[in-house]
């Protein structure tokens, strides 16, 4: 997956992502905890969104009825672009003033709707969109991940271990085509307990926290 079109980079911006079952929603969930036991303003929020959009990806990946992949592209990408800059999106957030995290970003679109033959629709669907200041990417076996997440009652359309599998290369290759264009990347082992995950990713996203506190 090539991008070579230099993005415009959002340094307040903190996208998390990882297959389903990486952890990405705990992590999430564990960094706001911190943040707002150090007064540190921000705004967690996550894709797909809650917005109208938001919710019928959702119907969809249930499985509550049949679309095809370039439909849940399109979707994605609109939802996404409300998610930006939609009223109380993240381009809000940072104008206020806050970190804004949120679990899962366009590289989920690369890496899901962008297998096989749909990957120029995808690249090109998502191209408007900045890069993060930083991206937190959780690494997990796809059998493990699976084995996480086998109690949730009502599995989505894309977990299976072979779908996975192949969605984890996918992240890879998109991370690594957008790597070198000024955001800072951590790499994480899902498979670590939260809470050390947690620290590290506290240790990464240092310089923008330390500039949050002295406002």
Same mark, same amino acid.
């Given at each position: 997956?090539?991008?070579?079109?230099?993005?415009?980079?959002?340094?307040?911006?903190?996208?998390?992502?990882?297959?389903?079952?990486?952890?990405?929603?705990?992590?999430?969930?564990?960094?706001?905890?911190?943040?707002?036991?150090?007064?540190?303003?921000?705004?967690?929020?996550?894709?797909?969104?809650?917005?109208?959009?938001? &919710?019928?990806?959702? +119907?969809? %990946? @249930?499985?509550?009825?049949?679309?095809?992949? #370039?439909?849940?592209? *399109?979707?994605?990408? /609109?939802?996404?672009?409300?998610?930006?800059?939609?009223?109380?999106?993240?381009?809000?957030?940072?104008?206020?003033?806050?970190?804004?995290?949120?679990? &899962?970003?366009?590289? +989920?679109? %690369? @890496?899901?709707?962008?297998?096989?033959?749909? #990957?120029?629709?995808? *690249?090109?669907?998502? /191209?408007?969109?900045?890069?993060?200041?930083?991206?937190?990417?959780?690494?997990?076996?796809?059998?493990?991940?699976?084995?996480?997440?086998?109690?949730?009652?009502?599995?989505?359309?894309?977990?299976?271990?072979?779908?996975?599998?192949?969605?984890?290369?996918?992240?890879?290759?998109?991370?690594?085509?957008?790597?070198?264009?000024?955001?800072?990347?951590?790499?994480?082992?899902?498979?670590?307990?939260?809470?050390?995950?947690?620290?590290?990713?506290?240790?990464?996203?240092?310089?923008?926290?330390?500039?949050?506190?002295?406002?």
């Amino acid at each position: 997956m090539k991008d070579n079109k230099t993005r415009e980079i959002w340094s307040e911006l903190v996208v998390i992502e990882g297959i389903d079952g990486a952890g990405t929603t705990t992590l999430s969930r564990l960094l706001s905890q911190e943040l707002t036991n150090a007064n540190i303003p921000h705004q967690n929020s996550c894709e797909p969104t809650d917005s109208p959009i938001g &919710r019928v990806i959702r +119907s969809a %990946l @249930a499985g509550t009825y049949p679309i095809q992949n #370039e439909t849940m592209a *399109l979707l994605f990408a /609109a939802d996404r672009r409300e998610h930006l800059w939609g009223k109380g999106g993240l381009q809000d957030q940072i104008h206020q003033g806050n970190i804004a995290i949120t679990d &899962r970003y366009f590289f +989920s679109s %690369l @890496a899901y709707q962008g297998l096989d033959k749909d #990957e120029e629709l995808v *690249l090109n669907l998502n /191209a408007p969109y900045p890069l993060p200041g930083y991206l937190i990417f959780l690494g997990i076996n796809a059998d493990e991940a699976m084995a996480r997440i086998a109690h949730r009652e009502g599995k989505d359309i894309y977990e299976t271990v072979d779908f996975q599998d192949r969605v984890a290369a996918a992240y890879r290759h998109a991370i690594e085509a957008h790597r070198h264009q000024g955001m800072a990347v951590l790499e994480l082992d899902s498979r670590r307990p939260p809470e050390e995950l947690r620290d590290e990713a506290l240790a990464f996203l240092a310089p923008l926290i330390q500039q949050k506190s002295h406002h």
